[in-house]
């Protein structure tokens, strides 16, 4: 998380979010405050509240698709800065207006304007981040900061608000404390406004987009008397929402995750909607609702906090629906618990299950759906999480009047059945039979079954079944990685007799160029794709079996120094060449990652990777600095300048603790790291 809260751009989008999420929690609790405030009879507040619920939900029922296609075909940098001006606009016009319709037209309007803000901003959010692998944990930061504390902050500010009468002994009308929270809310929009507009400009940025002027148009040839055809405009906005819709219906991936978040939600609502009739079914009263709501979002939290690592095991796209099966599998003995102890052993697995497949719903989105159609993707999503909520909310009350309470004999005895426990099981009903025909619809390797997965998934045990550990040692300068590496090898070898020196990056770069010569590839992405091949081998042959069998293994310039080099010099974009090594490396990174940092301005040109200039280099070695700022947790930043041996003194002082954190070095002698003499290297 601290990797993904340095890039700039997110962490600031992050702010934003988290100012956005504080001032819609506290606008709801002002808002329905506000409009049982401007009634006077129960009945009449009763459907004032209603109505403020469903002016919020009405915008996404309607207009959904039209927000998706907008955040596509627009600058999302200004849609969302337009948004918070109009949202902050309407917020502060309802004090002065002060009337109930007016309250009603301006939450739809709010909710409007909020529709078209939610697609730009999450869709953006993978091209703020420099790998698909982070927008799992961006998600996490953002549902944690949305749906928990945003509502805690926002829940402060509106009680304290409401008791500054009492505080401070004061005749306060009780609208002057909904105004003023209405207030903070216009001024949250507008600070966000302002932070998008003068901070993020990174928003308005699309994968593969360039600054450069666009090409030439072509030109068809005309036919006699004709007029030549002109260049290919982009596609009008009803264009774009009918290919959205069809994109939905049509892609197998997609359509099974809308069928999941219709049976997930589906359940969702049916547990919100029988919770407070349930709890009395169970004897617990008011306090045993307000136990079972609390062990609902702690599962749902911890669901989250689980995902990305069961998501290492089972791949997303089976991981999605497998969740979703769960939670409704979870929700039968819930249905049939007969004391409350048993409905609160169970619900929080429901909860964790719901938390897994969001999380990694919303991760598919981010990492397997295209940026020219993740918005209109995003909009879809967002809006069938309230219609079917909504839908849920609305019918579930209705069902539970028309069946009540039936009163059964069973050999003799009479046994009372709450209305609540078979709307609980037909939602399991449901939540499974549409859990499984979304995994179906997504699962991409049908031919293989899902309970290995499964297994492998609630294994105990670490990446490597050895126990091995990979450090890497990367620079701008081959000459510092080539000497530092051999340096490290040595050391660890004077106290650890598994420790491999996985390749000679001379030896490689050779094999590479004969590769090269022999077929002669010209292009940047050829050569990216050679050098993938080269190191892929590498890997199968040497790291990974080393690694199995518990050793330690050291290599230089393993992924993060090609990846800055052809970033810097092949004009290819940082995300492909990503997933290129992902590929190439079956998602294996380093354990330990040991960054020399060096002035460019040092080096000689002792080889040919230093001849590529000065230029060249301090792109190559800011390249490598956001990848350290990105990933703290596995880098080590060590100075390298000076001689061979006070560069390695350095190296193996900054290892020593996190080889012993790692408890790979434990029997280390304590000694003086820094006056080690390295002696000979020999391999």
Known sequence: M????AIPAFRRLWIVSAICSMGDWLALLAQTALATHLTESYTAQSFAFGGVVAMKLLPAMLLAPLAGALADRFDRRKVMVTCDVLRAAIMLSIPIVGELW???????LIELCSLFWIPAKESSIPNLLRRSDQVETANQLSLAM?????????????????????????????????????????LAFLTSALV?????????GRPGRKPEPAPEPEVTRAEPGSVAAQPASKPGLFRMLRDGIQF????P??????IGIVGAMAAAGAVVGTSKLYSQSLSAGDAGYGMLFSAVFIGLALGMAVSPKLAQRVPHNRLFGSAIVCAGLALIPVAIAPHLGIALAVIPLVGASAGVAFLTGLTIVGTQVEDEIRGRTVAVVQSLLRIVMFASLTFVPVLIGIVGQRTFEFFGTEVQVDATRPILFGASLVAVLLGVLAYRQMDDRLDQPIMADLRAAFRSGGRHSGGGLLITIEADAAIDTATQTRHLTHWLRSFDNNVVLANDPALDEGRLGRMLGSVELTGSRAHALVAAAVRSDVVEQVIRPALDSGAVVVMERYVDSPLAHFGASGGLEQRDLEGLADWATGKLR?????????????????SPTEQLGADHQWRVKNLLAEMAAAN?????VVEADGSEEEIAARVREALLPLLRAKRRIGRVPEYDVANVTTGPIVD
């Open 2 to 5: 601290r990797g993904v809260l």
């Open 102 to 108: 007016w309250l009603f037209v301006a939450i739809f």
């Open 146 to 186: 949305t749906y928990g504390v945003s509502v805690i902050t926002a829940t402060g500010v509106f009680t304290l608000l409401s008791s500054v009468g009492t505080l401070f002994n004061l005749s306060l009308d009780p609208t002057t404390t909904v105004y003023t929270a209405l207030f903070i809310n216009g």
């Open 196 to 204: 998008v507009a003068t901070r993020i400009p990174e928003i308005s």
């Open 248 to 251: 939905i219906g049509t892609t």
């Open 253 to 258: 991936l997609i359509r099974g995750l809308v």
């Open 590 to 606: 380093a354990d330990l990652t040991v960054l020399l940092d060096r002035d460019p301005a040092q080096l000689g040109t002792s």
């Open 632 to 636: 703290p947790e596995r880098y080590v």
